[in-house]
């Protein structure tokens, strides 16, 4: 035993013995307050018994609140992405991966040799799931850098309401509903690679920064994360896909930005981009541009973005979202074309924003990221500028 855990021992023998002698039966709670008012908080946390069972290591950081549990008593799984996945895993690392025909009742599957992808059989749905299989000890790792790193915001438990919580705008994220806005994947869920990549990109403008922890410090996170899905969603729904960030494909307007641009505005005014965002035309130009019969109108306050309703809550309040203005507000998932390709392609789930891959081709989605692009950098943080086009597109309105 460590000598400042002989100490809280001590310490609270003492406050019990001192405490006891003035205040009789009404005793119960108080020796751990007394102990823990004399110690600092590591100590107190590591000198369990029950917790010192799981992980004989004192925790990976020294400033976790009081009464934070920081140890996963039990192994996990949750679900992992199929097939394809392991067939492009076999490629990368030879040796690895077997397949094996006689695995899930004949229909075949993959093997793991290191253990932690398993193929199992679902007696109830008849049909086997991949599973990412956690051990405590690896979940206990990535819960306690977790509670370091993340839970200050996203919440001890993962809820979005961590202490720092109430005062920010967006609010974080909520892990128990594993819903997530800005992967850039098409599918329910994003890979381990996908969240990677985001958590270390952060979120522009947000108090989400970017987070320059290792590979194995974000695996394991992500990992805990992924159990504090809700039962039957998430990682925990038997269903749910997991796709990696979109195909990029090639970009058709290398060398050709500016045609890419004059393209973009007729593709993002043609496809309603402003029913949410605003219209970037004046109303006659954009019944022009749309061939619309005479006497259509549009929206009211055209150029201004129209608030939507969302799947998101804070605390059981449903959020209403701002659609950006491209001209003033800042995006968060990034402003190159390569980005914006992504974003627009992929959607943002939860918010009103659609996904855009396969609603019109790809040559279309690369031009209007080059002219929200465009919308950007001409005029964002430019208000003199600004404030011209804007004005010149609200004067009939
Ligand atoms: C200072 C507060 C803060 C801390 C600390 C923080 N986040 Fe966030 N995080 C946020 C906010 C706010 C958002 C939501 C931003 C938005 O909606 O634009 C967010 C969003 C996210 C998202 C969701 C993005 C999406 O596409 O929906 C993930 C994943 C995430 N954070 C992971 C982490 C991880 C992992 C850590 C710790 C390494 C962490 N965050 C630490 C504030 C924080
Ligand atoms: C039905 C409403 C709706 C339509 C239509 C729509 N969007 Fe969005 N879009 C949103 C909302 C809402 C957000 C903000 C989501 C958030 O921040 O939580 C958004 C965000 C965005 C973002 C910003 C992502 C970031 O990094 O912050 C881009 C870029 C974008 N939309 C482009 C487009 C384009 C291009 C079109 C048309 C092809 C389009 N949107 C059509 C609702 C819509």
Redesign the pocket.
């Known amino acids: 035993m460590r000598r400042p855990t002989l100490y809280v021992l001590l310490t609270a023998c003492v406050a019990i013995a001192a405490l006891s002698s003035f205040r009789g039966d009404e005793i119960v709670s108080e020796p751990s307050l007394a102990a823990e008012a004399s110690l600092a908080p590591e100590e107190v946390e590591a000198s369990s018994d029950e917790q010192a069972e799981v992980a004989n290591d004192e925790p990976r950081h020294f400033r976790a609140p009081h009464n934070v549990n920081l140890f996963i008593t039990e192994d996990d799984a949750v679900r992992a992405p199929g097939e394809d996945w392991f067939e492009q895993q076999a490629e990368l690392f030879p040796g690895r991966y077997s397949y094996d025909e006689s695995l899930a009742d004949g229909e075949g599957g993959w093997v793991d040799k290191d253990g932690k992808y398993e193929l199992r059989y679902d007696e109830e749905e008849e049909e086997a799931f991949y599973w990412r299989v956690l051990t405590k000890e690896e979940l206990t790792i990535g819960r306690q ?2 509670v370091q ?6 919440g001890f438990e993962g809820d979005g309401y ?1 202490r ?2 109430q005062h ?1 705008r ?4 909520n ?1 128990q509903r594993a ?5 850039k994947v098409t599918q329910a869920l ?1 890979s381990d690679e996908a ?1 990677k990549t ?2 270390r990109n952060g ?1 522009d403008g ?4 970017a ?1 320059d ?1 290792s590979d194995q410090q ?1 695996d394991g ?2 990992q805990y ?1 992924k159990t504090l899905s809700e039962p039957e969603t998430g990682w925990r729904d038997l269903f749910t896909e997991i796709g990696d960030v979109v195909e990029v494909g090639e970009n058709p307007w290398v060398g050709k930005e500016s045609e890419a641009v004059t393209a973009g505005e007729k593709v993002y005014h043609k496809n309603d981009c402003y029913a949410c965002h605003p219209g970037y035309l004046a109303p006659p130009d954009l019944a022009a541009l749309r061939e619309a019969p005479e006497g259509t109108t549009f929206r009211d306050n055209l150029s201004y973005p129209a608030i939507k309703d969302s799947d998101y809550t804070v605390l059981d309040h449903q959020l209403k979202i701002l659609p950006p203005d491209f001209t003033w507000h800042q995006l ?2 990034g402003t190159t074309p390569l980005d914006l390709f992504k974003t627009i392609a992929a959607g943002i ?1 939860g918010a009103a924003m659609p996904q855009w891959k396969g609603a019109f081709p790809d040559e279309d989605i690369w031009a209007v990221a080059y002219y929200v692009h465009h919308l950007v950098t001409e005029y964002k943080d430019q208000p003199a500028k600004r404030s011209a086009f804007m004005n010149a597109l609200r004067r009939d309105q």
């Open positions: 850098d977790y790193f993340c839970a200050s915001c996203h961590g720092s919580a920010l967006p609010g974080p994220r892990f819903m997530f806005k800005f992967s994003p969240l985001l958590i979120l947000t108090p989400m920064l987070w922890l974000l996170i992500i994360i968060r998932a789930k």
